[in-house]
């Protein structure tokens, strides 16, 4: 069983929507910034759940663009708490990608409370905590989902810089970025399928 977290419903409308007719997937909208989504409505009892936080986030890397696909192996918090992702989930979501050739970016995810929008605030960003990409949901759902024996993992598309052009580029890329989003999800599914 595969547990997809997403921000909103938008950023993967083609996968939520109509939900996996097999059973073998369901979606969680956790909502942005998912202070208040409560651990039990996450975890499911038995073996054989994967849990993975999709979406978008901003790059602070100066040479991701919008599209950029990424696996972040570990997620820091504002306080500096670092949370690592399965090792394992994120070898067979790589294997996966591979064979589908899709190309996806390694590193560090950072998690946020308010959107980062300004060039200076990223670099600030991106040296202080070693980070490749900013969100502001993944720290909070890993944190509620640390003491759980399933793996967990976090994918993410780039949809802007995290710069003053954030907010335009992010609408102007959500509908491709939302398709595209949707796909890599059904690969990953797909990719589990093979293994269960």
């Not at 083609?14 to 956790?30: F, H, K, M």
């Not at 670099?123 to 905590?129: A, I, T, Y």
């Amino acid at each position: 069983m595969l547990t997809v977290m997403l921000a909103s419903p938008h950023e993967a409308p083609g996968y939520a929507s109509p939900g996996d007719p097999s059973g073998q997937s369901r979606v969680l909208v956790t909502g942005i910034k998912n202070r208040s989504f409560p651990a039990t409505d996450i975890l499911l009892e038995g073996d054989g759940h994967h849990y993975l936080n999709a979406g978008f986030a901003g790059s602070l890397h100066p040479d991701w663009k919008a599209g950029t696909v990424f696996l972040a192996e570990t997620v820091v918090g504002e306080t500096g708490d670092v949370l690592e992702t399965s090792p394992v989930f994120n070898r067979l979501i790589l294997r996966t990608f591979h064979s589908q050739r899709v190309s996806c970016r390694i590193g560090r995810l950072l998690t946020v409370s308010v959107p980062v929008e300004d060039a200076l605030l990223r670099e600030e960003l991106r040296h202080r905590f070693q980070a490749d990409a900013v969100d502001m949901e993944a720290h909070g759902l890993l944190t509620q989902l640390k003491n759980s024996i399933h793996p967990v993992s976090v994918v993410k598309i780039i949809s802007d810089q995290a710069d003053e052009q954030a907010e335009g580029d992010y609408r102007e890329n959500t509908e491709r970025l939302s398709r595209r989003l949707g796909m890599l999800l059904t690969f990953i599914r797909k990719g589990l399928d093979t293994v269960s």
